[in-house]
């Protein structure tokens, strides 16, 4: 009777709270069901539940029982959950929706890779930084940065990106390195328009806790690789993800500044609907992308 069927049938009774209605889950009889459970406590020798008239009760043993039995029918629903996609044909599309510093960045390379691999599977990138409806709008996956505040989807997160002021070796002779947040107020501080917080509030982190900075500066632009340009030129100073100027400040055409004050830091993560047999396609796809980006992870941090 200690076979892995009875676990299962053990695990579905506490799990549905009767014996009518794991009988209906399992498609046999109530009467099937009350005298297999009986058979396995006569087998195994304890009593494994309380029965009422109107509930099913644990005792010490079955609770016991119980927690085994739900490992064995976790182990199984993952075993096939795994084996559900690889008679796919890997073909088809795959919808992405990314915000401009992701498609710019990280993602060319590592979707260039993917397709080596599957040839036949078309990925479409929609690069666009507003909150799009993955449901509604028919995307498979979208990448976000953030707090991730809505339950009814699935959030993996492939890395945190801390954010940084930087400017040019020639603004910095010209116009002095800010060694306190205050400072920026005398600079000019180029504007990211795509920030929760704003263009010209910058996150900072001193004596006074976690607040931002009033800055003003002469151009604003809602793109990164625009900023990114302006600052190596000379323009002024800018407030943005590490992972941006990451070869700029290797290479010293931009130098970091006010770092033990920076304070923004956020997550990148894989978004997609919950659905209980997701595409082979797009759960490789996903683990793909979360390779690469640990791949590249120190120039997030």
Known sequence: MKTTNNLLLFYHLIDKGSFSKAAEHIGLTKSVVSKRITALEQALGVQLIYRTTRKLALTEAGDVFYHHAREVYNAVQNAEDAMSGLGESLTGKIRITVPTISGELILPEAIAAFSQQYPDIHIEMDLDNRFV????????????????????????????????ICGSPS???????????????????????????????????????????????????????????????????????????????????????????????????????????????????????????????????
Request: proline share 4%; net charge neutral; with cysteine.
């Open 133 to 164: 409806d993955l449901v509604q709008e028919g995307f498979d996956i979208a990448i976000r940065t953030g707090a991730m505040p809505d339950s009814s989807f699935i959030a993996r997160q492939f890395v945190q990106a801390r954010w940084v």
């Open 171 to 301: 603004y910095l002779e010209s116009h002095g390195v800010p060694t306190q947040p205050n400072d920026l107020t005398k600079h000019n501080c180029l504007g990211y328009s795509f920030q929760e917080t704003g263009a010209n509030e910058w996150l900072i982190e001193d004596k006074q806790g976690i607040h931002t900075v009033k800055v003003k500066g002469n151009f604003t632009t809602n793109n990164a690789s625009a900023l990114r340009g302006a600052a190596i030129h000379g323009q002024g100073l800018v407030y943005v993800p590490k992972v941006l100027v990451a070869e700029d400040l290797h290479s010293g055409n931009l130098i970091e500044v006010l770092d033990n004050y920076v304070a923004k830091s956020l997550g990148i993560y894989a978004v997609y609907p919950y659905t209980k047999q997701q595409p082979m396609k797009v759960k490789l796809f996903i683990e793909h992308l979360y390779q690469y980006y640990q791949k590249y992870r120190d120039k997030f941090k």
